[in-house]
């Protein structure tokens, strides 16, 4: 019985921002969650969305997590616009 994957929609419906996050995402799914249940994979997804920084030491969400992390870029009042 063939199971239906995980779609870039449904993530986006996770609330996975659009972008680089849910090809990682779908990547580390495929890669690591074959045999897994999509109950299961859609609660792990879950979790590292609403809290990604969580999973940033994780051995297997670790590159979805930093692509979640927004870049903090360092502001100094030394710089023109």
């Given at each position: 019985?063939?199971?239906?994957?995980?779609?870039?929609?449904?993530?986006?419906?996770?609330?996975?921002?659009?972008?680089?996050?849910?090809?990682?995402?779908i990547n580390t799914v495929l890669k690591y969650f074959k045999r897994s249940e999509k109950n299961e994979i859609i609660?792990?997804?879950?979790?590292?969305?609403?809290?990604?920084?969580?999973?940033?030491t994780d051995s297997i969400w670790n590159t979805v997590a930093l692509a979640l992390v927004p870049a903090e870029k360092k502001i100094d009042g030394s710089s023109t616009l």
């Open positions: 019985m063939k199971r239906k994957m995980l779609s870039g929609k449904d993530l986006i419906k996770l609330g996975y921002p659009e972008g680089r996050a849910i090809g990682l995402a609660e792990i997804l879950k979790a590292v969305v609403a809290s990604p920084r969580d999973f940033v």
